[in-house]
């Protein structure tokens, strides 16, 4: 995990200065909760939302502010420009201790991270066997932007995704990659599809089941595995839509049923 933090280190810092700007606050260099987890549940990207960090650490934790100074009685802008500075690049190193924490407490308590973690318990996961974990360790708000600008900027994205799958080939632990969020999944094995490399993925199974009213939002629920060096295979799988907030009755029904299809086809 160290090589993998002191790589994404190297990275950010060779960029410009105008790329710095693009991707500020920059990179998450935090280890993850579970050094050898068996099961890596994955997102895109970590969030730099003050507002419901701020909601979360003051259910929990009062005395929370007195680790990066910042008012949690309410949004403000100015808050998250501070909660910004706090997570930026030129303070990763003073910080990492603080960030490594309320990594900790947001897969604890934070709403997205108790989605996943309910969808894994549906799954038959074991807590201790599972760590979040995200393809691109960069701070944004929405996805969506992060990924517009890597649009204009291909080469970081790239580089990115080969050190993350240099961490999984280092990392014998890992058996299988479960990604709970559809885009994720998509960037993954596009880049897998698009650049000759030494990691081949094959997907196996596909299936689309809708749920939400207007069917605009299918699940995708894809089965195949990801050949790394020496011959190891390791299972891949998407299940879309799992952090869906819309429609939560249906929702979870669907996830119940999905969750006793598949359940007994993870190791």
């Known amino acids: 995990m160290e090589k ?8 950010y810092d060779r ?80 910080n990492r201790g603080h960030i490594c924490k309320l990594q900790t407490l947001a897969h604890r308590y934070h709403g997205h991270f108790k989605i996943y973690r309910g969808f894994a318990k549906k799954l038959g996961l074991l807590e201790e066997h599972y760590t979040f974990f995200d393809l691109f360790p960069l701070w944004e708000i929405k996805q969506k932007i992060l990924l517009r600008k890597f649009e204009k900027h291909p080469k970081l994205k790239e580089k990115l995704l080969d050190e993350f799958l240099e961490l999984i080939d280092r990392n014998q632990s890992i058996e299988e990659l479960l990604f709970f969020n559809r885009q994720a999944y998509e960037e993954f094995s596009n880049f897998n599809s698009s650049f000759e490399m030494n990691y081949q993925l094959e997907q196996k199974y596909r299936v689309q089941k809708k749920f939400q009213k207007d069917n605009s939002y299918p699940w995708a629920i894809l089965e195949g595995s990801l050949l790394l060096g020496g011959g190891r295979k390791i299972k891949v799988w998407c299940f879309g839509l799992v952090a869906s907030y819309r429609y939560m009755e249906e929702a979870e029904k669907e996830k119940t049923n999905v969750a006793d299809e598949f359940k007994h086809k993870l190791k």
């Open 4 to 11: 993998y933090l002191e790589n994404v280190y190297d990275i």
């Open 15 to 94: 960029l410009s200065r105008e790329e710095k700007e693009r991707f500020y606050p920059g990179p998450r260099l935090t280890r993850i909760d579970n050094e050898t987890p068996k099961y890596l549940i994955l997102g895109i990207n970590p969030s730099n939302s003050y507002k419901p960090h701020a909601e979360f650490s003051k259910k929990i934790c009062d005395d929370l502010s007195d680790i990066y100074h910042l008012r949690l009685n309410g949004y403000k802008k100015e808050s998250q420009e501070r909660f910004n500075d706090f997570l930026s690049f030129k303070n990763v190193k003073q």
